[in-house]
Every structure is written in C-alpha cells, then in structure tokens.
T-cell receptor, first 114, second 111 residues
Framework: DTAVSQTPKYLVTQMGNDKSIKCEQN?????MYWYKQDSKKFLKIMFS???????INETVPNRFSPKSPDKAHLNLHINSLELGDSAVYFC?????????????FGQGTRLTVV | LAKTTQPISMDSYEGQEVNITCSHN???????ITWYQQFPSQGPRFIIQ???TKVTNEVASLFIPADRKSSTLSLPRVSLSDTAVYYC????????????FGQGTELSVKP
C-alpha cells in the first residue's frame, strides 16, 4: 500500500501547455506539501496545506495553483508551462506541523517541458 | 533557520561504518536536527531526529555534542543499498511544517 502516491510519474509536455499532477495520501495526515527538486538536486518547498487550507506559499509564480479537495488529496495545476518548470515535483504529507514533523514523500513526478 | 554545511560527497566500501558530519553553527535553542535519505528516483525518507546527545534507531545513530553546533549521522556496516543522498536539516517546524533542505551528501558505497 503506497502511503503517498503521485500521478503521473513522468510528464513530457510542450511550452505553453497546462498540466496537472495529482497526489493522494492514505496515512490520515492533515498536512500536505508540494516540493520542487531542480536539476542540481536542491529540494525546495512550494506549498503547504493543513486541513485543506493553504498555510505556506513560497513565492511560487501564480501559474502554479494547488488545490486540496479534501485532506487526503493535494493536486498541483500548472498553467502556461515554461522550460524552467522542468524538474521533479514531490508531494509529501505529515501529521501536524510541529518540531517533530516527519514528512512522508511520494515517488515524485518528473516534468519535462520541451 | 540555521544553515547547514555537509560534505558534498563521500565514498565507502561495503561493511564499513560511515559517519557524515553536518555543521550548524547558528542552531537555535529550540531547533531539532533531522536527517533524511533520498535514493535515486525516489522521494526523501526520514531517518532519524534528535535534540542532544545520542539517538539510535534500527537504521542509524545520531551523535550531537553538547554545544550542538554539529551533528554526526552514523551508518553501521553499510551495504550497496545505502548509496543515496543524505540531508541534514535543522530548524523548528513552526511554519507549516516546512522543511529546509541543504545540498546533502551523496554517499557512494562500493563493493
């Protein structure tokens, strides 16, 4: 049973297109995240949702719009894709947001914009 | 949040003990130290967390000196499957659970 699952695993698309990445967690966690890992392997948080409410938005272009229909799902929609959006996107979840937060990550979605 | 410094890469051989040290000179009083492991083509995975002295679990040990300005992740008897990137994170998750990842240490275990 996959704890945090993302679809698709790979996504190749042309510049200017709109695409979505879906994420689901079956851990019963109340907090979900999107992280971006660039070609240099740096992992950086993009968004954090707690109980379906946005609590972190890390200066991400407004072409990126997360949507959380319920606590178990956090989808990422990207409009007008650009070459620089090529990266691996990780969804994660945790129970709470305290100091002892242990985040569980999905397998990642490798997005390639051509 | 405290900045961390770790070696960019390390090499080891199967069966050896590997120690990865992380410097965090500006660690605050209420900061915790957490290590994550990332295998190729996978998301990061929590390994261990501590505040001071020593913490041990089934995967690793974490040594934290009294001044807490550094910490050492110890992997006993590594195998080829321990080849991964190891991230040291320092900071209190008081902002929505945000994790700040540094560059990590790429550990390569050879036969």
């Amino acid at each position: 049973d996959t704890a945090v699952s993302q679809t698709p695993k790979y996504l190749v698309t042309q510049m200017g297109n709109d695409k979505s990445i879906k994420c689901e967690q079956n851990l019963g966690h109340d907090t979900m995240y999107w992280y971006k890992q660039d070609s240099k392997k740096f992992l950086k948080i993009m968004f954090s949702y707690n109980n379906k409410e946005l609590i972190i938005n890390e200066t991400v272009p407004n072409r990126f719009s997360p949507k959380s229909p319920d606590k178990a799902h956090l989808n990422l929609h990207i409009n007008s894709l650009e070459l620089g959006d090529s990266a691996v996107y990780f969804c994660a979840s945790s129970q709470g947001t305290g100091w002892d937060t242990e985040a569980f990550f999905g397998q990642g979605t490798r997005l390639t914009v051509v | 949040l405290a900045k961390t410094t770790q070696p960019i890469s390390m090499d080891s051989y199967e069966g050896q003990e590997v120690n990865i040290t992380c410097s965090h000179n500006n660690i605050a009083t209420n900061d915790y130290i957490t290590w994550y492991q990332q295998f190729p083509s996978q998301g990061p995975r929590f390994i261990i967390q501590g505040y001071k002295t020593k913490v041990t679990n089934e995967v690793a040990s974490l040594f934290i000196p009294a001044d807490r300005k550094s910490s050492t992740l110890s992997l006993p008897r590594v195998s080829l499957s321990d080849t991964a990137v190891y991230y040291c994170l320092v900071g209190v998750s008081n902002q929505g659970g945000k994790l700040i990842f540094g560059q990590g240490t790429e550990l390569s275990v050879k036969p």
